[in-house]
């Protein structure tokens, strides 16, 4: 039974282990395959994975970045429409910072280093059974309610906090559901996902 290469002989995977950035590597697959995540293009998963290297090696330097700061910094150090006064202001804030800015280019991933990563190193595939989509769009659902309701739950506790809302203990629910404007049928999403369908379904077996 074949095994799957150690992820340290790639240049992800060693910058992942060397700069202790742990969760990344799943992160990577996930947003590749679509799994929880919409699905990415390899060129921008190179430039996301660029981004958390330049966001930890702030950090290693004590910095704390706002946000959007670091996805500017590195549009700033490696977009060709940038004007070489604004690069040279970037690269002085790494070297502010005690970062060589030529070491951290050589450390910028390319895609192909990352599908490198991806394919051979991981073992993953873009090629999902049925059953892998309907658990990523399921994923994906959870995420974005579980979001929304933490936003909705945030604004709500300032409103009540700062006593322009008049509120108890409070809980809140999301609930999504989807009408077939065909058959007339409605279910909550995960309802629909587990079943495999709608009533459509059933009037076509009869179908002769």
Known sequence: ????????????????????????????????????????????????????????????????????EVANLYRLLTEDDVTAGMRVDAEATLER??????????????????????????????????????????????????RLIAVVENNLDQLRTTERLVLGSFNVLVDIQVLCEDCGASYPITDLLDRGGCDCQSDSDTIE
């Open 1 to 68: 039974m074949s095994e799957t290469p150690d992820p340290t002989r790639s240049k992800v995977g060693r910058l992942i282990e060397t700069y202790e950035m742990n969760d990344v590597g799943q992160e990577l697959e996930d947003r590749w395959t679509g799994t929880g995540y919409e699905s990415q293009s390899l060129r921008s998963l190179a430039d996301w994975f660029n981004e958390r290297l330049l966001a930890m090696k702030l950090e290693r330097a004590g910095e704390n970045p706002i946000d959007g």
């Open 97 to 146: 910072n005690g970062i060589d800015p030529d070491e951290l280019r050589t450390e910028f991933v390319s895609h192909q280093a990352v599908y490198t990563y991806l394919t051979e190193f991981r073992g993953a595939s873009k090629e999902r059974s049925p059953g892998d989509r309907l658990q990523s769009v399921r994923t994906t659902v959870q995420r974005l309610q579980s």
